[in-house]
Structures are given as C-alpha cells and as structure tokens.
C-alpha cells in the first residue's frame, strides 16, 4: 500500500501533502492542497491554540526576511507539505546549521509539527499554514533559498487527474527563481509514474541541472519514513531526485 493518500483518505500520512488543482486567477496554479476531512487529536489542537504564535509564521504578502525570522543567517530550506513532520523533524536535528521553513495546511500535521519544535526546542524550525504556491510566490524572495524539498507528493495516480500533481512546469519555474544559484530542489516518490514526470519537469527548466544520471541516490540527511520501510520491505520503489540551480 502506497503511503500517499487517495483523495478518499480522512488524513494526510507523514511525508505526503495533497495537491488539488485550483486555478488562481494571477497565477493559474496548481494549489498545494485539496480540503480533506481529517481527524484531530485533543494534544494537536492544543499545540494549534497555544504554539502556533511562537513557531508558525503568519501568511502575508511580503517577502519573509529570513533573519528576522530565525533570528539569524543561514541558509534556508523549505519544505513543501512535511505530513506529520517526523521527517522534517530529523532533518532540522541533524543539520542545526541550516534553517527550515515548512508549509502545510492541514490541521492535524501543523498542530503534530508544533508539539516536535517545542519537545526538541528546534530553534531553526518554523511553519507556514498557507497554500505552498502562494508562499512561494509571496513571500519568498528571488535567488534566497538554499534548497526545497518535496516529499511523497500526493500522486494522483488516475490519468484524468495527472494535471492536479504539484510538479508541474510553472511551480517548477517558480521555485528556481526562488533558489539562489547553487541551491537544490529534491524531490522523493514512491509513484513510478510521478517519478518520470518529474524528472521531465525538472529537466526541462533551463535554470536547473541534475546532480546525476537519471534518479539521484536517496541523501543520507533524508531518513527512511515508516511508511517507506515498510513499503521497501513490500517491495516498492521509491526515487529521489535532486536538481540544482546552475551557478555558484
């Protein structure tokens, strides 16, 4: 069993976010969600109500300054729909020197990530509850991000909704505007088919390169979900890849 929902899955797993096609009238996105139903636990709603202004940033129509927000400089990786956040969490604890923002709007994943910041006082860990097309778009500026990741996008496997997935050439465009020239957009999948997809739209957006021949080895700062173990013990595939923006 895939670990990415169906559009008739009540709850996002960790490492997967939906992406429904919404068309923006300026923008003509793909918009990073699609409203589910999801459950909610009494301990998310309470980091909801209690942490959210401690840890998440308000959407707004302006760049972020990423200083201001972390409280000091380094490079920043965002993070599109981290799940339940138990991979975003290992990441920002394996590598303090980075800052990570992360975007997700579900209820039960924002108010899942919050309990993980405060347990492990991830001081280089902030979230953003907004759609993740319009947050890029908004409020990241050109050329400052050090590298995207986006894991177990929702694939919409059924052919008639392929044009609902989030990697899509003008997201694509969008976010290698954002990369400043070095930085790195990874990508995992366990959707065979949503794999060669994406390794077309990343490859045919002129300001990004592939680190390798094809699909990349998995990154060892990328930890193995439970969800993905156990699809690797099943027998499933899964396949990263990792482009960077040309220049230095």
């Known amino acids: 069993m895939n670990s990415t929902p169906s559009s008739s899955d009540p709850t996002p797993p960790e490492g997967a976010h939906g992406d429904a096609a919404q068309a923006h009238p300026d923008f ?16 998310q709603q309470e980091a909801l109500d209690l942490l959210m202004p401690k840890w998440a940033v ?77 947050v890029v778009r908004d409020m990241i500026a050109p050329d400052s991000l050090a590298g995207v990741h986006i894991y177990f996008p929702d694939p919409w496997p059924k052919k008639r909704h392929h044009k609902r997935r989030l990697v899509q050439p003008p997201f694509v465009q ?32 002129p300001l990004l390169e592939n680190t390798s021949e094809g699909f990349a080895p998995r990154p060892d700062f990328r930890p193995l979900t439970k969800f993905e173990n156990r699809g690797l013990r099943l027998g499933h595939g899964v396949w990263d890849l990792i482009f960077r923006r040309e220049g230095q």
């Not at 957009?185 to 490859?203: K, N």
């Open 28 to 43: 003509g996105h793909i918009r990073s969600f699609v409203h589910r139903r999801s459950h909610i636990t009494a301990g």
């Open 58 to 134: 308000p959407y707004r129509n302006a760049p972020l300054k990423f200083e201001q927000v972390f409280g000091r400089q380094a490079p920043t990786v965002l993070e599109i729909g981290f799940g339940m956040g138990e991979t975003t969490e290992k990441i920002a604890l394996a590598r303090p020197d980075d800052n990570f923002l992360g975007v997700e709007v579900f209820n039960s994943g924002v108010g899942s990530m919050l309990k993980r910041i405060e347990a492990s006082q991830l001081q280089n860990l902030r979230i953003i509850q907004h759609d993740a097309v319009e």
């Open 174 to 205: 969008l976010l290698a505007s954002r990369l400043r020239p070095g930085g790195y957009i990874h990508c995992a999948t366990d959707w065979e088919h949503y794999a060669h997809q994406m390794l077309e739209v990343l490859g045919g957006e």
